[in-house]
């Protein structure tokens, strides 16, 4: 009887010890010393879209180190999370350290820069306006839930048309025209100096150039702008971007717009130069730098464009977005063609439905 | 350039006046000066040189000097007319030859956990040059040109693609992702016979051009292919290293952080052995701060323990099955831990990671087999291996693996 009790009291003993043990090893190895709700993020970034492009700049940002938080959104579940376990899984060697993605934009709460890819991608062969339509329904519901989380954020916009999308983007926002940024002419210029600098057997960065206006088919090259260490190009031959160079430069314009198409002929898409291209710009917006960068922005009242397009123009960038727009000297037929894009872009956009 | 020829040609209607022009414009070709200015003041300076001329005491001299000075004023000419703007802009100063790269990277396959290693490595700026080799040519071109229009973004200046090996050249790492990739539920010996067939066209080629680098393969099932590429390469074992455990000792470190939630890096916890389903998880070395957990919960890692430490490493193991069930493949966590290898590699960083190596002679290994161990990586390769004290075991385990793997590898037609 006794023995019974003893075994009893023994087996209540070992019971009552191991639940105190279950006072976890996090217990007893860490002490709170702040304890409270946790803080909100300072440098968020949200990627709408995991396709290829999205993924591309998602990888590039947390490279980068720009962000202490990224969001994914995208309405194919499986694929998201996947996307997001993937990033989690090499979160040792990130500093970014909360990954988190969810088909509910609530994930997406207190950005302060917003990637939005997702759309339809162009198919070979495809121009880059005939996808508009398609992707202005796709937009009527992402971008007022963006806005509804993140109502301070700067919205940079990648998918294509891109213009047309970052004009749609801002009506459907209501956000102040600086804080809506399209990734524009961006990759256009890098793609730019990167060929012209290969052509001198030089880095990329030492070429300055820019191409301005559409992201497409009609983009402008500033050739007067183009130098490099100083020395302008045009005083060197003062034909160049002409079709009587001997040296034909403008062919390396047109393998700029080619490019695109070609890499999506080769490969199927294209994803790690917006990629760069995008952290690029994600971190002028988030480290407050005042760079300059070629982006798709408002240009109603400016070079004698009197409709609301947006094209890509020099923005100095900083946290607060565009913070002001570099007035190039444009010759006549630069300026000329700069007006033919906005009235096509303005065609398009003026025969758009619901925004 | 042009232009300024022709108007100063006008403004000289005497051939001496012409070659005294022709002088300065000589001096300064040979001189390498700038862009020469037409402007007053040069002008003027020009004059004064005109009168040098006319001062040669031997008239006789004169004439030849003349002769002289039209055909390098023609030879001019019509060199300015040929010169290209990248001519009157840069100027080639150096008499050797170009050094060429000293850090090169080859990543050999662009799928998916090839650009992912590529795009990782370029992003930490490891290299100065990027080598791509693949079977599919398109593929190969159009990543090589993604790559390339991202150049203004990156440091690494040049990025090169071909089907053809010669293109890796002297390079210090090459990165091995090349083979079939693991299907849903597939385990990853299932995939060994096909790998092996590609490794053997892939491995000779890469020693041809590059016999000193570091190979270091990813492709699954990784220490069976480790083996393989060190049979095929005849390399000795300290350059012959597999991704191995480092990816699932990271994946460990990340769920341990979560559970703390702590960052990764402050999470210390060892996963050795085979890469894949009988992969061995250390619990005497998990520790935070230097805090063995195993001696706060002495049950760590055993059926009975009441945290299910044992269920942490059961999802190390089923992740990657659930990620290639979710999204296809994976590709970001294996990337950026080659990376992390890469850096450790070619930064001569000393640093510790379980990777696999030969372990003969080890924990009671007697096969010739490759499995994860704490090794020391540098410029070298792999240098030295730690040795961890394991339970009776833990080192079973890590016999039963080496006996498995051995008997496939025996199997194989090398």
């Not at chain 1, 398609?134 to 806005?147: A, L």
């Not at chain 1, 940024?181 to 012209?196: P, V």
């Not at chain 2, 030969?358 to 087999?369: A, P």
Request: some cysteine; proline content about 4%.
């Amino acid at each position: 009887m006794l023995i019974t009790w003893w075994y009893l009291y023994l087996a209540a003993r070992t019971f009552v010890e191991q639940t105190l043990r279950m006072t976890s090893v996090l217990q007893k190895l860490i002490t709170p010393l702040a304890s409270g709700p946790p803080e909100p993020p300072r440098n968020k970034v949200t990627v709408v879209g995991v396709g290829q492009v999205g993924m591309a700049c998602a990888v590039s940002i947390l490279l980068r180190e720009l962000a202490d938080e990224l969001a994914l959104v995208d309405v194919v579940e499986d694929k998201l999370k996947g996307e997001m376990m993937d990033l989690l899984h090499g979160s040792l060697f990130l500093k970014t350290p909360k990954i988190v993605a969810d088909k509910d934009y609530s994930v997406t709460a207190n950005s302060r820069i917003v990637v939005v890819t997702a759309g339809v991608r162009q198919q070979e062969g495809e121009s880059r306006l005939n996808l508009v339509q398609r992707n202005v329904n796709i937009f009527k519901h992402i971008v007022p839930q963006i806005v509804r989380y993140s109502p301070d954020c700067i919205i940079i916009v990648v998918s294509n048309p891109v213009d047309v999308l970052t004009y749609v983007t801002w009506k459907l926002s209501g956000l102040p025209k600086h804080r809506v940024i399209g990734s524009g002419t961006n990759l256009d210029s890098a793609r730019f100096r990167f060929l012209m600098a290969d052509k001198l057997g030089i880095h990329s960065s030492s070429f300055n150039g820019w191409i301005l206006g559409e992201h497409g088919d009609t983009s402008v090259p500033v050739w007067s702008g183009t130098n490099v260490a100083g020395v302008n190009l045009q005083t060197l031959n003062p034909n160049i971007g002409t079709d009587f160079d001997e040296e034909n430069w403008k062919q390396t314009h047109k393998m700029v717009v080619d490019s695109a198409y070609e890499v999506i002929k080769l490969k199927g898409y294209t994803n790690w130069a917006i990629g760069l291209s995008v952290a690029d710009l994600t971190e002028s917006l988030m480290r407050n730098m005042n760079r300059i960068h070629p982006i798709s922005t408002m240009v109603k009242g400016m070079y004698g464009i009197s409709d609301e397009v947006y094209l890509s123009l020099p923005c100095v960038l900083n946290n607060g977005g565009v913070a002001s727009v570099i007035n190039m000297t444009l010759t006549d037929d630069e300026v000329a063609q700069l007006q033919a894009s906005a009235s096509t872009l303005w065609d398009i956009q003026r025969n758009l439905r619901d925004i | 350039m042009v232009a300024m020829v022709r108007d100063e040609e006008r403004l000289c209607e005497t051939p001496s006046v012409n070659s005294f022009l022709v002088q300065t414009r000589v001096v300064k070709y040979f001189t390498h000066a700038d862009v020469m200015h037409h402007n007053h003041l040069s002008l003027l300076t020009e004059s004064l040189f005109f009168f040098y001329i006319l001062l040669v005491p031997f008239s006789f001299l004169r004439p030849f000097l003349l002769c002289c000075f039209i055909s390098f004023y023609v030879h001019h000419s019509v060199l300015c007319l040929q010169m290209s703007s990248k001519d009157k802009l840069i100027s080639h100063v150096m008499k050797e030859e170009p050094v060429g790269c000293r850090n090169k990277v080859t990543v050999v396959g662009v799928g998916m956990v090839g650009m992912a290693s590529a795009i990782s490595i370029l992003l930490k700026d490891l290299c100065d040059e990027l080598a791509l080799v693949d079977v599919m040519e398109d593929k190969l071109k159009g990543e090589a040109m993604d790559l390339q229009h991202g150049a203004l973004f990156l440091k690494t200046h040049k990025i090169v693609a071909d089907k053809d090996y010669s293109v890796t050249a002297n390079s210090k790492v090459v990165v091995v992702t090349a083979g079939a990739r693991q299907q849903e539920g597939e385990s990853r010996l299932n995939l060994v016979q096909r790998n092996v067939n590609i490794f053997k066209f892939i491995i000779p080629n890469i020693v041809k051009y590059s016999p000193n680098c570091i190979l270091l393969v990813v492709s699954n099932p990784v220490d069976i292919l480790t083996y393989v590429a060190w049979k095929l390469s005849g390399f000795p074992r300290h350059r012959v290293i597999g991704s191995g455990t480092n990816l699932d000792s990271a994946r460990f470190r990340h769920l341990m952080g979560e559970k703390f939630s702590l960052h990764p890096s402050s999470c210390h916890g060892w996963i050795i052995g085979e890469h894949g389903d009988s992969s061995v998880a250390v619990w005497s070395g998990v520790n935070v701060a230097g805090v063995c957990l195993q001696n706060l919960n002495p049950k760590m890692g055993a059926d009975d323990d009441c945290e299910n430490w044992k269920d942490v490493h059961k999802q190390v193991v089923d992740g990657a099955y659930e990620v290639i069930k979710l999204k296809g493949y994976t590709s970001w966590a294996i990337g950026m831990s080659v990376a992390d290898l890469v850096e450790s590699i070619l930064k001569n960083l000393h640093k510790v990671h379980p990777v696999s190596t030969l372990v003969q002679g080890m924990h009671g290994v007697k096969d010739e087999v490759f499995l994860s161990i704490p090794c020391v990586l540098g410029n070298s390769g792999l240098t030295d291996v730690i040795h961890m004290t394991l339970k009776p075991e833990e080192e079973k385990q890590l016999v039963k693996s080496a006996e498995t793997l051995w008997g496939v590898q025996k199997e194989l037609t090398l």
